[in-house]
């Protein structure tokens, strides 16, 4: 592991401001320590004793990727500034195969991952290495690596970085992950039961299950009296044991539950101790976690279906994105059962046709996509109250055909 060189430090403040995000950040190269830049003045990476301090995030850090609808098919790089919000890279955009979806970056922060749809009958995952130091995207060799069939779109990284997964059709395509060059290696796909197709997954903080939901659409106009009834059995999230010694999926589920009609994407919250479904209605489980079965919370759903959901690092609050009222939705978190608040805490307008929303690590920020516009939403957090502000401005511009997918580094 690289070590930094040491900041040899002035005997006065230089002209320079100096400005970076609060809480601890991790390196991607190692997990350095952070040092907060003094109001007094003091030269960043400088104790007040004149010693080298740990050497702090890079510039920019961290740094965020969003996924160009088809059309573009690029994946656009941001920095950010200290408030959170977003300036593009030089160059702003990497080439990607057809169709991304999807973007993923690994735990160490070292390489990046986009689903593509390459066609009705076959998809790839392109493969990144992400500079830790400058936030640029390089294209691996391979490109692209093969999906067991048609991708939904959606990819998830075991949390120690040596696995990866996508739903294909009905299977889930799996790769090793090597420690050395973040390349990925195709292993046997697991082959997915149900009515329903794959959509969202993800995988337990623990590393130990993975949850994946299943769903047809049903889009019923609003005011009409039509029921998604002959579409309820296809709605499910399955749990599949992951081994934690070679990553691979159990052979059949251990366990597969109903969720709402339209069931969309799936998080957990950081201690593994709850799962919520964005459907219809927003569902909320608690997980065994011995087991990793899932058990309905009470109440089963809140009000405020959406599309994609992120949790709080200290999960203290969750935030839905809805595509109807292209809005953000805060809710608040039990800390001693989990449960989601009645309604929402606060909620903000975002850009049209919201698709995807990924939070930056220390919580105090939010991003969220348009599949329709090319712009893409900033927001801060409270981290007193977890209320969703606007940033200025309140977009930056986004590939021209619209964004899918959003993934922030470590």
């Excluded at 759903?301 to 994609?308: C, R, S």
Aim: charged share 10%.
């Amino acid at each position: 592991m690289p070590v930094l060189p040491a900041r040899v430090c002035p005997g006065s403040a230089w002209g320079r401001s100096w400005r970076r995000r609060g809480g601890a950040v991790n390196l991607a190269a190692g997990g350095a320590a952070v040092v907060a830049v003094m109001a007094g003045g003091l030269a960043a990476g400088c104790t007040a004793a004149g010693a080298p301090a740990a050497a702090g995030p890079p510039a920019g850090a961290p740094f965020v990727y969003v996924t160009g609808k088809g059309g573009t098919n690029e994946i656009s790089q941001f920095a950010s500034l200290g408030s959170g919000a977003l300036r593009p890279l030089t160059p702003a955009n990497v080439a990607s195969g057809e169709f991304p979806y999807d973007v993923a970056v690994s735990p160490r922060g070292t390489s990046a991952y986009a689903v593509d749809n390459l066609s009705h009958t076959a998809g790839a995952v392109s493969q990144y290495t992400l500079n830790p130091a400058t936030g640029k995207l390089t294209p691996k060799s391979p490109a692209m690596v093969a999906t067991a069939g048609v991708p939904s779109g959606i990819i998830a990284i075991s949390p120690d970085g040596k696995n990866a997964y996508v739903p294909s059709g009905k299977a889930i395509s799996w790769y090793r992950i090597s420690p050395a060059t973040g390349k990925l290696t195709p292993m046997p796909p697991r082959t997915v039961a149900g009515a329903g197709s794959p959509i969202g997954i993800k995988v337990a903080p623990g590393g130990r299950y993975l949850y994946i939901t299943t769903g047809t659409q049903c889009l019923v106009p609003k005011g009409s009296k039509g029921k998604c009834a002959a579409n309820t059995k296809a709605n499910t999230v399955s749990v599949f044991a992951i081994s934690p010694a070679t990553g691979a999926l159990s052979a059949k589920p251990v366990q597969t539950v109903a969720t709402g009609p339209n069931a969309q994407m799936i998080t957990i919250a950081p201690d593994g101790t709850s799962a919520y479904v964005a459907a219809t209605t927003i569902w909320q489980y608690s997980i065994n976690p011995a087991t990793g079965k899932l058990t309905p919370k009470s109440p089963a759903t809140v009000p405020g279906g959406g599309h994609d959901l992120a949790v709080t690092p200290d999960g203290k609050n969750l935030y839905v994105v809805n595509v109807r009222s292209a809005t953000i939705a805060q809710y608040a978190i039990s800390p001693a059962t989990g449960a989601l608040s009645a309604r929402p805490v606060s909620t903000a307008a975002t850009v049209p046709a919201p698709e995807a929303i990924a939070l930056s690590p220390d919580g105090k920020n939010a991003y969220v996509t348009s599949e329709h516009e090319a712009a893409l939403s900033q927001f801060a957090i409270s981290p007193v109250t977890g209320k969703i502000t606007p940033l200025s401005p309140a977009t930056v511009t986004a590939p021209s055909h619209g964004s899918l997918g959003v993934a922030v580094t470590p």
